[in-house]
């Protein structure tokens, strides 16, 4: 029974850049959820995904837009980088957006910002 | 409000010693509550939770209790092991579907 993965592990980009980060669901998961842990911070929500489409957001900008496919899988994208979006971002996979159901973390693509 | 607040953000103990961590929450519709452990450098792992309809959960030696009239909620780790040295983080889900609000996060030291 797959977990959630994420691709890739570690990225490195410079200032104004723009970057692809993916997701790929744990097995009977349809929920996707991002989220941007800081270092010595807690995870933050970004945004989830479900049905393809983007149901909650938090407190990020629209350089910060997402995608989910027909198998469930997600993308992150962020353009124009600065330096403060420099974290390791974090994808939980969940069934349903009733609430209340255990949301499951990968392990996280580490985005260094130069 | 959606703000979880965390405490302590240190805690160090003997192994064999219990410890316990404390968690509020602002908004009152918040009917979900997980616990998540996170090593260094790895996800944070899922380790317990608890739903608005249960007073206390039990997992062996991890324990959650929660108090829906004063908003907080506490994991209880009993018999504590080297293994159990992590970030611990509260959550809360707020503002409607389910968004998790984490903590601030709690560094835990089990001390031989």
């Known amino acids: 029974d797959a977990g959630v993965t994420q691709s890739p592990t570690h990225l490195i980009k410079t200032r104004g850049q723009q970057v692809t980060l993916r997701c790929s669901p744990k097995s009977g998961h349809d929920t996707v959820s991002w989220y941007q842990q800081a270092l010595g911070q807690g995870p933050q929500f970004i945004f989830q995904y479900y049905e393809e489409e983007e149901r909650q957001r938090g407190n990020f900008p629209d350089r910060f837009s997402g995608h989910q496919f027909p198998n469930y899988s997600s993308e992150l994208n962020v353009n124009a980088l600065l330096l403060g979006d420099s974290a390791l971002y974090l994808c939980?996979?969940?069934?349903?957006?009733?609430?209340?159901?255990?949301?499951?973390f990968g392990d996280g693509t580490r985005l260094s910002i130069l | 409000g959606e703000n979880v607040e965390q405490h302590p953000s240190t805690l160090s103990v003997q192994e064999g010693d219990s410890a316990v961590i404390k968690c509020t929450y602002s908004d009152s519709a918040s009917n979900y509550f997980p616990w998540y452990k996170q090593e260094l450098g790895k996800r944070p792992q899922l380790i317990i939770d608890?739903?608005?309809?249960?007073g206390e959960k039990k997992d062996q030696r991890i324990a959650v209790t929660l108090n829906k009239t004063a908003k907080h909620f506490s994991l209880h780790i009993t018999e504590t092991q080297p293994e159990d040295s992590a970030v611990y983080f509260c959550?809360?889900?707020?503002?409607?579907?389910?968004?998790?609000?984490f903590g601030t996060g709690t560094q835990l030291k089990v001390e031989l």
């Open positions: 939980a996979s969940s069934k349903g957006t009733g609430g209340k159901q255990p949301q499951h």
């Open positions: 608890i739903r608005s309809n249960v």
């Open positions: 959550a809360a889900i707020t503002g409607g579907g389910n968004k998790l609000t």
